[in-house]
Structure formats: structure tokens, C-alpha cells
């Protein structure tokens, strides 16, 4: 298996509703990505996680709280968000970086509309 | 800080003729440096990275450490070669930062 799998396609909610966004890869990597992309605009680094602890935060308010439930699992909770944060949510994973920089491999994504 | 520019948002060009889609990056370190192409309705996929210095879908890509420029080329467009291309820049082991894209149109 050399994808990774975001569900759901789609998703639709209100600002006061809580939901989960899911990103799966069994390729081996132990380092998982969240990207947030607008339209007509490259993605947005959010997280990283590396060997399931989170290393990076990129400032990302509280509103998104990521998980890591295991090597292969990568969550992306959402409460209580606004209409700005309306678009593509990316999954990515790499390789260990102990290797040499890897290339990141990205999902179909997840696109989120806020009412 | 590290920054990648991608000077056109569109390029559109006939069928047969070359393509060269611009990258400047601004990095003090030793640059890692990816082309990724985003076609419709698809998921982003990496399509070449300096180091290994391969061809693919006949598209190169040269890493020009004095102009810090690494632009990717095709010698002959093809149709299927109409999408959304990023580069990146990857740094502290696993930072990922993309140009700002540019859309690649191919003309019958």
C-alpha cells in the first residue's frame, strides 16, 4: 500500500459542532504532516508529527487539536471553527529523517466547509 | 528565512512546444529541493526531486546553487501535461514550504 487515505471527502459543519478528520498510511513512515489548503494557494504547513509525538505546531490555534493514536494513524480534531477555516485539509507522510530528507507523500484531502 | 517564488501563476503554451516553469528559493542552508503536480480533481503527487536528478514524464529539473534557481523543463508539452505545479523546499529534516504554484496550460 503506497497511499494515504483521508476520510472523510468531504465535510460539512457548523461552527458549534465537533468532528474528526482521519489520515491512514502503512508505507512504514514515522512522520505524519497536517496541511491546511485555500483555493488557488499551495498548502499550508500545520503539524508534524515525528515517531508519533508532535514536533511541530505551526502556530495553529486551539480550535484544531491533532492525534496520533499510532504510527499509522493520524487525527485532526475541530471544534468550535470559524468560516476562514473553510478548505483543503492535507495529510502527508515521509520516511524517518534519519534517513536524509524524504519526500512527503500527500492524500487526497479533506474538504471542510464551515456554515 | 526560507522562501520558495514561483514568478508565473499561469503559463500557457501549444502543444509541442517547451516549457519552463521558474524557481527561486532562498535557503541558507544545503537546499532539498521538489517539483509536485497537482492534476485536476487529483492528489498531490511528487514528481521530481534534485537530488536524484531523473527524468519523469520527460520533465528535468537542474539544482543552480549560484542563482538558486531550480526550474523544471520539458523540451515538448504534451496535453496530459495541463495541471498545477509547486515547488518545494524541504528543510530541518522534515519542513516542508511551497511556491506559491503555477498553473500550466497546454493548447491543443
Known amino acids: 500500500d503506497t497511499e494515504v487515505t483521508q476520510t472523510p471527502k468531504h465535510l460539512v459543519m457548523g461552527m458549534t459542532n465537533k468532528k474528526s478528520l482521519k489520515c491512514e498510511q502503512h508505507m512504514g513512515h514515522r512522520a505524519m504532516y497536517w496541511y491546511k489548503q485555500k483555493a488557488k494557494k499551495p498548502p499550508e504547513l500545520m503539524f508534524v508529527?515525528?515517531?508519533?509525538?508532535?514536533?511541530i505546531n505551526e502556530s495553529v490555534p486551539s480550535r484544531f487539536s491533532p492525534e496520533c493514536p499510532n504510527s499509522s494513524l493520524l487525527n485532526l480534531h475541530l471544534h468550535a471553527l470559524q468560516p476562514e477555516d473553510s478548505a483543503l485539509y492535507l495529510c502527508?507522510?515521509?520516511?524517518?529523517?534519519?534517513?536524509?530528507?524524504?519526500?512527503?507523500?500527500f492524500g487526497d484531502g479533506t474538504r471542510l466547509s464551515i456554515l | 528565512a526560507q522562501r520558495v517564488t514561483q514568478p508565473e501563476k499561469l503559463l500557457s503554451v501549444f502543444k509541442g512546444a517547451p516549457v519552463e516553469l521558474k524557481c527561486n528559493y532562498s535557503y541558507s542552508g544545503s537546499p532539498e529541493l521538489f517539483w509536485y503536480v497537482q492534476y485536476s480533481r487529483q492528489r498531490l503527487q511528487l514528481l521530481l526531486r534534485?537530488?536524484s536528478r531523473e527524468s519523469i514524464k520527460g520533465f528535468t529539473a537542474d539544482l543552480n546553487k549560484g542563482e538558486t534557481s531550480f526550474h523544471l523543463k520539458k523540451p515538448f508539452a504534451q496535453e496530459e501535461d495541463s495541471a498545477m505545479y509547486y515547488c518545494?523546499?524541504?528543510?530541518?529534516?522534515?519542513?516542508?514550504?511551497f511556491g506559491g504554484g503555477t498553473r500550466l496550460m497546454v493548447k491543443p
Open positions: 502527508a507522510s515521509s520516511a524517518d529523517e534519519g534517513t536524509g530528507n524524504q519526500p512527503q507523500h
Open positions: 508529527y515525528s515517531y508519533e509525538k508532535l514536533s
Open positions: 518545494a523546499l524541504l528543510y530541518a529534516g522534515n519542513m516542508l514550504t
Open positions: 534534485h537530488i
